[in-house]
């Protein structure tokens, strides 16, 4: 079965950093494109970011150059760099396999990790 098992999450002040990684498991994760979705407190789920097979990258219109997502195939894992945090960034992010735009019908299911929460305050 699908696995993904998100980590690196916490509690950081306003303009720190974060890295936080997924763990990959039951597919062939070099063949698939992967996801970041996060979900803020009250809100609904938000796409952030998404990362094709061959390494091409998209953004949210939020990150505005804050964000980097990458991969290693090598390792099976995907990653979301996270700088210039702000409050507004507090949230439980998700990594999901699978290709996501903006405009996407985003829905949890069973290729979704359990998320790994992120939390920005002073």
């Known amino acids: 079965e699908v696995q993904l098992v998100e980590s690196g999450g916490g509690l950081v002040q306003p303009g720190g950093s974060l890295r936080l990684s997924c763990a990959a498991s039951?597919?062939?994760?070099?063949?698939?494109?992967m996801t970041w979705v996060r979900q803020a407190p009250g809100k609904g789920l938000e796409w952030v970011s998404s990362?094709?097979?061959?390494?091409?990258?998209s953004y949210g219109d939020f990150v505005k150059g804050r964000f980097s997502i990458s991969r290693d195939n090598a390792k099976n894992t995907l990653s979301l760099q996270l700088n210039s945090l702000n409050p507004e960034d507090t949230a439980m992010y998700y990594c999901?396999?699978?290709?996501?735009?903006?405009?996407?019908?985003?829905?949890?299911?069973?290729?979704w990790g359990q998320g790994t929460q992120v939390t920005v305050s002073s």
């Open positions: 999901v396999r699978g290709h996501y735009t903006e405009k996407s019908d985003l829905r949890r299911g069973p290729n």
């Open positions: 039951g597919f062939t994760f070099k063949l698939s494109s």
């Open positions: 990362i094709s097979v061959g390494g091409l990258t």
